[in-house]
């Protein structure tokens, strides 16, 4: 063959390929437009084709070696079949080719201390199971499925591996759909057989690091853009440094790496909307007086970009093509609705996020490759995400969850710790420095990824607590049976706490450090959940049960006052200028047993442990209601409650940081009475007299939701 031959050949062999690298990666049609197909003009994305080569056949000589060694191993297992167990143990290492034989790997002594770090987090069965290669993956997928769960296993959890590939559909051009095995549109997929294995995870998870470090170096490269969708520069970024620094960590759902690089490149991880999401939602943690669209009025904070946000929607009809940032978009717009008080829009926008992640199969674990690693983290991400506001929205409005555990099958297990060990400190608008509160630490660990990971274990146990109290058809007998089991579950979660994501209630002051607020909000959100399993068998709950209510009026009381505490420090540390929502569902469900306890034991003297906790919590929550207007019901429903009981507000030292220790001994003597339900009240009636009052306020509130009491 003469050179000019092979060159023609060779220059055959290379070309544009067929479809753009974004259609190819997504598997999905391209109309291999040039120099934009029409898929990328519509979104709005960089268009790339790349120069591919052809592959090569196959020699006669390769395919005649695969015979061989196909009919060897045929060989093998037909003597496998008519073999004793014993014949199979000694014979099948002398049997296998050469070409199979096992061949260590080499590693640097670099790795080799990567693996072994590894291997100390893993649990001891797993060294039993090396020599069995069926074993061991099922042994690591169990492990990788619910790593918060060892030991603390219920009926609930006990299928740590399901088959999940009867809901994934692969249709004729490859793409893969969310279709279960009663659907009309169902076309099945096998069952991957593999998972990765310890050393390729920790390649994918240094992959990861090492791309977010990079990327977080090349931000700066947004500086030398004039806008980011018709918002100047200086302005977009002063938003995403907001977001970045509080929104961000709550739920992990933006993965930033992957965001500010679309950003400023083009990619399928970014998106207009997503942008005016962030910035709609950011905005009422700034005090600039630009981001207001009536000066003055924090409510009307982010008003042009939620505007946005609902044009987007609609001009480029994003409810008919989810994709990942709008789910991310939606789900940010719904949390922030609820707390600005616009219940409708916040519960529907929700309710669509959580309708596309079964849309585009992320309730479902796919196994990551070296390429998709980025994917699957993001995947993950952006499911528990989800998943944990689905459950906090269910309890905050005192409506059923949308999202079951048990339909879902997603390793909890994030990959990319980058943010980890980053050091939190609280964003400083540089245009408004004196505006805004000073620390006088260098930072705190941010701990992002294993707080998350433990808000996302806690987000079981809330599914658990409304199935089992909150639910059409509860009943008193159920929520027996189940408050022991679940009571167990927040226990164990909370002895099984890190000690990183620990809160010293009981020290007088802070350390000189005090925690990153994202630890702060799952203590108040574990707080919480207690007196929410409790709360319904006490003497006046919905659920009530006179044997339980004793210790369970205990139990609520001790939560409620630790929920007070952790918020105060929260605010003592850092203001409550930038927490979240659900800080303010933790103190609505702190008064409520506040109120009640003041009223119980304190109505005649009008102070003591339990008023000044009211207090103290109503002053927080209003606090919290200047980036949030939608406190504001919530609150008022604490003060109708205290109006009704003619309970009043007493003097308390804001600044004060801790209550004196003889406050502190009050919980623990509740129930030291011969007789709980006999304790003399004030209007010479007991207790139970008491709380059996047909006018008592109480009486028809169930304690699931804020807005099911007006």
């Known amino acids: 063959m003469t050179s000019e031959v092979r060159q023609q050949r060779s220059d055959k062999s290379l070309g544009l390929s067929k479809a753009c690298e974004y259609c190819r990666t997504r598997k999905i049609r391209c109309d291999s437009q040039k120099p934009r197909c029409g898929s990328c003009v519509s979104q709005h994305r960089e268009c790339v084709f790349k120069e591919r080569t052809a592959k090569e056949r196959p020699t006669l000589a390769a395919l005649n070696s695969l ?207 997503l942008l005016n999401a962030i910035f709609a939602c950011a905005a009422k943690f700034s005090q600039r007086p630009d981001v207001q669209e009536v000066a003055g009025d924090t409510a009307t904070s982010g008003a042009r970009w939620f505007r946005r946000c609902d044009q987007l929607l609609y001009e480029d009809k994003l409810l008919l093509n989810p994709s990942i940032p709008t789910v991310v978009g939606l789900a940010l717009l719904g949390s922030t609705y609820n707390a600005r008080g616009e219940i409708s829009k916040g519960w529907l926008l929700m309710g669509y996020a959580l309708r596309m992640v079964y849309d585009l199969g992320l309730h479902i674990e796919r196994v990551a490759t070296p390429e998709s690693a980025e994917e699957a983290e993001i995947r993950r991400r952006v499911f528990w995400g989800v998943f944990v506001c689905d459950k906090l929205q269910s309890l905050y409005l005192g409506r059923p969850i949308a999202m079951r555990f048990a339909d879902t099958h997603v390793l909890p297990d994030f990959l990319d710790g980058m943010e980890e060990g980053e050091l939190w400190t609280p964003y400083i608008d540089p245009k408004m420095p004196d505006v805004e509160y000073e620390l006088a630490f260098a930072g705190t660990p941010t701990r992002s990824v294993s707080c998350f990971q433990q808000l996302c274990s806690l987000s079981k146990i809330m599914e658990k607590v409304i199935n089992n109290n909150y639910v059409i058809g509860a009943t008193s007998e159920k929520a027996r049976k189940g408050l022991r089991r679940i009571d167990d579950s927040l226990e164990k979660w909370m002895e099984n706490l890190p000690k990183g994501l620990q809160i010293p209630l009981a020290e007088e002051t802070m350390p000189h450090a005090p925690p990153s607020p994202n630890i702060f909000n799952i203590h108040a959100i574990y707080h919480t959940l207690v007196v929410l399993l409790h709360r319904p068998i006490i003497a006046d709950g919905h659920l009530y049960a006179a044997s339980d209510s004793p210790m369970s009026l205990l139990r609520c009381t001790i939560a409620a006052r630790a929920i007070t505490l952790t918020v105060r420090k929260f605010h003592a540390s850092y203001s409550l200028r930038g927490a979240p929502y659900l800080i303010a569902y933790a103190l609505y469900v702190a008064c409520t047993i506040h109120v009640r306890n003041a009223a119980m034991f304190e109505q005649t003297t009008g102070q003591g442990e339990h008023c000044t906790l009211l207090s103290s919590s109503l002053y927080l929550l209003e606090q919290i209601g200047v980036p949030n207007p939608g406190v504001s019901r919530p609150t008022a429903i604490i003060r109708r409650l205290m109006a009704t009981k003619g309970i009043s507000l007493v003097q308390v030292d804001h600044n004060s940081y801790q209550l004196s220790q003889q406050e502190t001994a009050m919980p623990e003597n509740l129930l030291q009475v011969d007789n709980f339900m006999e304790l003399d009240f004030p209007g010479s009636q007991t207790i139970a007299n008491w709380l059996g009052d047909p006018q008592d306020p109480f009486r028809d509130d169930q304690l699931y939701g804020f807005m099911d009491t007006l």
């Open 67 to 273: 015979r061989k060694e196909k009919k060897r191993l045929q060989e093998i297992i037909d003597g496998l079949k008519n073999s004793s167990h014993d014949a199979v143990v000694a014979g099948i290492l002398a049997s296998f080719p050469s070409s199979l034989d096992h061949q260590p790997t080499r590693t640097s002594p670099s790795n080799d201390m990567a693996v072994a770090d590894i291997m100390t987090n893993i649990d001891p069965s797993l060294e039993h199971a090396q020599s069995s290669p069926q074993s061991h993956l099922r042994t690591t997928q169990a492990q990788l499925s619910h790593p918060f769960d060892h030991g603390q296993a219920d009926e609930s959890d006990s299928e740590t591996d399901p088959d999940v590939s009867p809901f994934i559909s692969v249709d004729e051009e490859g793409n893969l759909a969310s279709f279960g095995p009663s659907s009309a549109l169902q076309s099945p997929m096998c069952r991957p057989s593999t998972v990765p294995t310890v050393s390729e995870r920790e390649h994918q998870r240094n992959s990861l690091i090492a791309n977010a470090v990079i990327t977080r170096q090349q931000e700066h490269a947004l500086h030398s853009l004039q806008d980011l969708d018709g918002v100047p520069i200086e302005l977009a970024i002063h938003l995403l440094n907001l977001h970045w620094n509080r929104q961000h960590h709550t739920f992990l759902l933006t993965y930033r790496p992957a965001i500010m690089r679309d950003l400023f490149y083009g990619g399928p991880y970014a998106s207009r909307f």
